[in-house]
């Protein structure tokens, strides 16, 4: 399974948003799906996550109400809305497709992740 995640880019702060991942395959369609993140000098942390039944999602307390995570099974896609963009907010973002169906909060739960996407705020 591949996953290719798009739409980072340079955005004002305050700005929004819209990151897409498209699956290779169906294969993940069964799966929770997630988002995280890695700033210059940090460590890779969970950004936000749902299940495959688009139910349940999980948001990191940083991004909560703030950022939106949505998925179509049909398309094989996950997305992750961002608004009201802060400058620590400037980090490469990975999909990834987990383990089993639940939206997990867990990296090492995670079996398949996208390449990253850009995303820079500026103050």
């Known amino acids: 399974v591949q996953l290719q995640a798009s739409g980072g880019g340079l955005v004002q702060a305050g700005g929004s948003l819209r990151l897409s991942c498209a699956a290779s395959n169906r294969a993940v369609s069964n799966n929770g799906l997630g988002w995280f993140r890695r700033a210059p000098g940090k460590e890779r942390e969970f950004v936000a996550a749902?299940?495959?039944?688009?139910?349940?999602?999980a948001y990191a307390d940083s991004v909560k109400g703030r950022f939106t995570i949505s998925r179509d099974n049909a398309k094989n896609m996950v997305f992750l809305q961002m608004d009201s963009l802060k400058p620590e907010d400037t980090a490469i973002y990975y999909c990834?497709?987990?383990?089993?169906?639940?939206?997990?909060?867990?990296?090492?739960?995670?079996?398949?992740w996208g390449q990253g996407t850009q995303v820079t705020v500026s103050s």
């Open positions: 749902i299940d495959w039944r688009n139910d349940r999602t």
């Open positions: 990834a497709a987990a383990r089993s169906s639940a939206a997990t909060t867990i990296t090492t739960n995670y079996r398949y």
